[in-house]
């Protein structure tokens, strides 16, 4: 009998190990799937291009700096034309995330000033990419410069030059060739028309807007201040993005001059032509 129940004993016992055995396996697929799912729901967004950012001061040339700020050469001492050169860094406390330098110079004929801001964005939720968090911060300064939306094409404008050419031989071939009064009154009538017609629909290009071929995403602003008594300054302002960086470069330049408006055209166009150096060696 003793030996009977020793072996319904052992029989028991290998019954037991063998069910959880089997639970223990169940249970282990569960746990595996539950890991692969919240493997899967924590994936971090893709990190920036930029881990690092440039010297302010020193990414801008000598030569660029003396397309902006003319009065540099006017500086006779040597030392205080280098310290001019040199600029002044915007204090900060991370130079991986932040960056700057400003210059002030005035000569004979104007104050000019120029400031160039890098900001390298990190986006702090892991759902969120850094490119991301840089174009929401770069949508903002948008948003807050009050950049009008870009305007199609009038009908004028994109008329082509064979159907303009047209309609001005038909209107040649109408008009009366019997009056003589007529007929020398008409060039000078189409000569008025002309230009009236292409100062109004060719744009000037020099009003604030966005800007397609720098960067990301980029805007210009345009901003002319004082008047009457004193002398207009004018800011130009260019700001692009490119990956997880945000660049800023503004631009002012004030004449001495009572009444003197400083030129639009030129100040964008040295604004954008550093602008266009900062993005490519950025983009090394």
Request: proline letters at 5%; a negative charge; hydrophobic letters at 30%.
């Amino acid at each position: 009998m003793q030996r009977k129940a020793y072996v319904t004993g052992i029989a028991a016992l290998l019954a037991a190990l063998l069910a959880g055995c089997t639970s223990g396996s169940s249970g282990g697929e569960d746990t595996s799937d539950k890991n692969a799912d919240t493997s899967t729901s924590t994936v971090a967004a893709q990190p920036g291009k930029y881990r690092t950012l440039p010297e302010a001061c020193g990414a801008v040339s000598h030569d660029t700096l003396d397309s902006l700020l003319p009065g540099i050469a006017q500086i006779a001492d040597e030392d205080q034309r280098a310290k001019a050169y040199a600029g002044d860094a915007t204090l900060t406390y991370d130079t991986d995330r932040k960056v700057g330098c400003h210059w002030k110079i005035e000569s004979t004929d104007a104050t000019d000033r120029l400031s160039v801001d890098f900001e390298r964005v990190v986006s702090y939720d892991n759902a969120v990419s850094d490119d991301s968090e840089a174009q929401t911060i770069y949508t903002q300064l948008e948003t807050a410069a009050d950049i009008p939306e870009s305007a199609p094409p009038s009908s004028a404008e994109s008329a082509s030059p064979s159907d303009s050419a047209s309609e001005s031989a038909s209107d040649s071939a109408s008009a009366p060739a019997s009056d003589p009064a007529s007929a020398s009154a008409t060039p000078s009538a189409s000569t008025s028309t002309s230009a009236d017609a292409s100062s109004s629909t060719t744009p000037t290009g020099l009003q604030p807007r966005t800007l397609s071929d720098l960067g990301d995403e980029a805007y210009l602003d345009d901003e002319l201040s004082g008047s009457g008594s004193t002398a207009e300054q004018r800011t130009v302002t260019v700001v692009f993005r490119t990956s997880n960086v945000v660049v800023t470069i503004v631009y002012e330049e004030q004449p001495m001059a009572t009444g003197t408006v400083p030129d639009s055209k030129e100040m964008q166009d040295r604004a954008q032509n550093l602008a266009a150096q900062l993005a490519e060696a950025l983009n090394g």
